[in-house]
């Protein structure tokens, strides 16, 4: 599954949810309203620019046990 963090209204943000919605890709959308600031300064920093930010986990954990083993098996 992936995350797409793009603005109601951007014509980019409405093309690749189009793009994944053709494809059939799952994705969840959420608006860059909904994130508080310094996630949005944190996330500015890795997708530099005005577009949209398409996020993939690592790895989807069922529950808090099997992300807890994975990440002491690093």
């Known amino acids: 599954m992936y995350i797409i963090v793009g603005k109601e209204g951007?014509?980019?943000?409405?093309e690749l949810k189009n793009i994944f919605d053709e494809k059939h890709i799952p994705y969840h959308y959420t608006d860059r309203k909904n994130i508080d600031s310094s996630t949005m300064q944190y996330l500015g920093g890795l997708y530099p620019g005005c577009g949209p930010m398409v996020l993939k986990p690592e790895w989807e954990f069922i529950n808090f046990s099997d992300m807890k083993k994975y990440?002491?098996?690093?």
């Open 10 to 14: 951007c014509e980019k943000t409405k």
């Open 71 to 74: 990440y002491l098996e690093l």
